[in-house]
């Protein structure tokens, strides 16, 4: 059976990667194949893109160019998974994406590059089956890249607000592909959640979404 390419997606400070990783060792534990990759990977191209960064904003079409180039790169060749990411779905894993083409076309869509551009220059990466918007409010993803040592150009507030409204537009368009769009938010009865109770949600909600596809 061909595997299935879980997505995670949001802003800057809303826990891509602790989730990504915890969903990844939860779906293990219950005798699924998973496996964790992320984008920017850390191959060749991914290394360039963490250079710009680090120097400011670059120009939205550069920067486009190389994070599609970085995907090609993952999906074809990254050797930390069998065969890239399309290697590990001929054989059947869940590969959960820590961020995928949609952050492209939100993000680098949020610098200003055209966002019908941005779909076409990633159309060569296969849709996600099922994407996981985490949402949380644009003040406290703020007050969490802010108390991280390492900050780069692009995590403004003003930025990061623009960036949650693309990809509303995004996941819409993303949805019209025909990917499963879940949009969870971390905030419950007025109150951030832990990161224990928001984990076992997603584990939960997605856990319910591979169930169904598999039937
Ligand atoms: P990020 O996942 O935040 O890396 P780390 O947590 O290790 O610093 O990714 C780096 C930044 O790149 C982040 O601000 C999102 C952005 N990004 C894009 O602009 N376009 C893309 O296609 C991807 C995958 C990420």
Redesign the pocket.
Known sequence: MRGIIVALEGI?GSG??THSRLLTSRLSGVGLRAVYT???TGGPVGQL??QL?ASGRPDPRV??LL??A??AWHLSQDPSLPGGVLGALEQGYVVVM????Y??IA??GA?GADPGWLWEVNSFAPEADIIVFIDVPVEVAVARVMSRE?R?G??TERFLRAVKEAFEGVLREAEARGARVLRLSQVRDGKVMDVEAFSSLLFDKVSALLEESRR
């Open positions: 800057d891509l990667t992320k984008e920017p893109i963490r960064l920067a486009a994070f599609a970085d995907r820590d961020r995928y083409k952050s492209s993000y680098q610098s390492v780069e692009y995590e």
